[in-house]
């Protein structure tokens, strides 16, 4: 099945940094989210971005296909953003996968 | 539009008993999606529902075992429970597997 692996597993960082967390997986998917889960368990969708770059407000993602890989950018992070960020992928009409996560913290 | 729920929200069983957790989606979303979270595994899938059908299977024993109602709703049940089950149960649903919009999930613990 597919491999997903997301990196760094742990980001800590000051309010207001900026920071990348990066997705690659093992083969062609036509479905990849991130996802954040904040410190109650909650699941928030962010981006389905199997292709292409989108950004929502201070957060932004790409994912270049043809090379397997996802970015996730935040930028001039606040403590809010802290929780851990997955991103999930599928192949067609398949189960989402995902991968193990990056934990963040953000201190003020 | 409401979003994903999930009950309950909480629940304590004992070895050896049998739960039932229940998925109401997104209106008009046909796919529902379930799945266990744990420290030691991560997220892991366990079943797809669309439109009545089990469409995708996790590598789950078949004491896991669920299904879709007419109106999109889901349930699952796990039977004899495991003290391995302790995790929390999260479903989503979408439109065909497209976006996932989570529920709050259920947080099981065996005893």
């Known amino acids: 099945g597919i491999q997903v692996e997301q990196s760094p597993p742990d980001l800590i960082l000051q309010e207001g940094a900026n920071s990348t967390l990066r997705c690659n997986f093992s083969?062609?998917?036509?479905?990849l989210q991130w996802f954040h889960q904040n410190p109650w368990g909650q699941l928030i969708n962010l981006f389905y971005i199997p292709s292409g770059t989108k950004q929502n407000g201070r957060l932004s993602a790409t994912t270049v296909a043809t090379e397997r890989y996802s970015l996730l950018y935040i930028s001039s992070s606040q403590t809010t953003d802290s929780g851990v960020y997955f991103c999930a992928v599928a192949a067609p009409t398949d189960k989402l996968i995902f991968g193990t996560g990056t934990r963040l913290q953000v201190f003020p | 539009k409401a979003g994903v729920t999930q009950t309950p929200r909480y629940l304590i069983k004992t070895r050896g008993q049998q739960v039932t957790l229940s998925c109401s989606p997104i209106s008009g979303h046909r796919s529902v999606s379930w799945y266990q979270q744990t420290p030691g595994q991560g997220l892991q899938f366990l079943f797809e529902?669309?439109?009545?059908?089990?469409?995708n299977k996790g590598n789950f024993p078949g004491r896991f075992s669920g299904r879709q109602f007419s109106n999109s709703r889901s349930e699952m049940n796990v039977s004899t429970l495991e003290l391995g089950d302790s995790a929390l149960y999260l479903c989503?649903?979408?439109?065909?597997?497209?976006?996932?919009?989570f529920g709050p999930g259920t947080r099981l613990t065996v005893l």
């Open positions: 083969d062609s998917v036509n479905n």
């Open positions: 529902y669309f439109s009545e059908t089990q469409r």
């Open positions: 989503a649903s979408s439109l065909d597997l497209d976006t996932q919009y």
